[in-house]
């Protein structure tokens, strides 16, 4: 098979690195983007890898979605067959990203910085120091926050994009013989199963909730609120700029409080400079107006009160039990639970509702920790300080 060191944009190319992925049942992925100043990430370079099939260096492909006119079907279909293995490091991004860009499913992934978490390294880790640790490598420097954009792409660039593939299917394969004895293959796998719904576009009611002070606007207010939020988006996502930049966050609270019906009570709101209130300020007036139109927008359920008194003694009690599980098992903790974890299993206890909806009651933290977590508050679990300081969970 022929080498490239540069982008390609070649049907052939592309359609030959798909047939290899599904003769071999895997294949790595990553991708460089760029989201400053952007309504949406622009996704920039896409790099797969694939074994070949003469048994030597793994073959990497640069495809380039800005410059390339090559067709991707081929490719996006063999992520989206569940008969290939597409591997990828902290891939919620890229996987966000092809589901947009190529208007393909993503299926059957293996996250290594997922894996590698479950194999007895730190949470999160980063690609180079997992492929040092896994395989004794390192990477390209230099190259990582650069213009991906911008054409024609450096050598640097280059080299670098090619790195963060070149040995990921290799790292894949040592993950997977230490998952295999210490039997978590099944574990990988359901925390994997979430990546494939990753989305990066926005949700305004989701950006309603996290608007500063939007847990003070009353129903009809937020419907207001959620008025101007979607206007927002229409313009920023016609302009393709971050949505701030079309309203500030700050002043939308404001707006929908008072309901300006002109531009001079406008110009009351803090954080709306004329140049905003020349060009919006007739569109933000009518949103106002439409938002007081609309159905009322409900609160949502109040969140639970961080924790004092008693509550604070046994979330203490709660974290110490799932500690002493996790160093047992070499996990982080903050793969079995959080602190707003165990609240809400202890809220959902003391009101007798039954399970919560959360991560720590749920497949294989149930079995390590979970039914464990609800027979302590039932009074059937005790923990204790044993010979070397160290924490014991009795019956």
């Known amino acids: 098979m022929a080498r490239r060191v540069g982008p390609v944009a070649d049907a052939r190319t592309i359609a030959e690195v798909a047939e290899q992925a599904r003769d071999d049942g895997q294949l790595a992925i990553d991708t460089e983007f760029v989201g400053e100043g952007r309504y949406l990430t622009e996704l920039c370079l896409v790099q797969v890898a694939v074994r070949d099939g003469d048994g030597g260096a ?3 492909e640069l495809i380039d979605p800005i410059e390339g006119d090559g067709p991707v079907e081929p490719l ?12 990828l490091h902290a891939g919620r991004q890229d996987i966000a990203l092809l589901r947009r860009c190529w208007e393909t499913e ?17 949470a999160q880790i980063g690609y180079e120091p997992m492929l040092r640790k896994l395989l004794g490598v390192g990477l390209p420097k230099g190259a990582g926050f650069t213009h991906w954009d911008r054409r024609p792409l450096t050598d640097d660039q280059l080299e670098y994009a090619r790195g963060d593939v070149l040995h990921l299917l290799d790292a894949a394969g040592a993950l997977k013989e230490q998952l295999a004895e210490l039997g978590r293959a ?13 989305s990066d576009l926005r949700d305004p009611m989701a950006t309603l909730e996290k608007l500063p002070k939007a847990g003070s606007l009353d ?17 920023a996502a016609r302009e393709n700029r971050q949505p701030p ?8 609270v404001d707006i929908a409080r008072r309901a300006p019906t002109d531009r001079d009570q406008l110009r009351q709101i803090r954080g709306l400079h004329e140049g905003i209130l020349r060009r919006r300020g007739r569109a ?11 159905e009322p927008v409900p609160r949502p359920p109040r969140r639970q009160p961080a924790t004092e008194g008693s509550d604070a003694a046994l979330i203490v009690v709660c974290e110490s039990l799932v500690r002493a599980r996790a160093s047992e098992a070499g996990l982080a903790y903050e793969l079995l639970a959080s602190r707003a974890d165990l609240q809400a299993v202890i809220n959902a206890f003391r009101e007798g509702v039954g399970d919560p909806d959360v991560r720590t009651l749920e497949g294989w933290r149930r079995e390590l920790v979970g039914d464990e977590l609800l027979e302590l508050l039932r009074g059937r679990r005790s923990l204790r300080v044993a010979d070397g300081l160290r924490v014991e969970i009795g019956e």
């Open 186 to 198: 099944d574990w990988v796998a359901q925390e994997c199963l979430p990546l494939e719904r990753s």
């Open 76 to 87: 996006a279909q063999a992520l989206a067959d569940p008969a290939v293995e597409v591997v």
């Open 245 to 252: 930049k079309v309203l500030p966050d700050g002043a939308i």
């Open 284 to 294: 933000i007036v009518e949103a106002v107006a439409e938002g007081l139109e609309a």
């Open 106 to 122: 993503v299926t059957n992934i293996f996250d290594t910085q997922v894996a590698a978490a479950f194999a007895g390294m730190r």
């Open 219 to 235: 129903p009809q207010e937020r419907a207001v609120a959620l008025a101007l939020v979607e206007w927002r988006d229409r313009v």
């Open 58 to 60: 793994d073959r990497v």
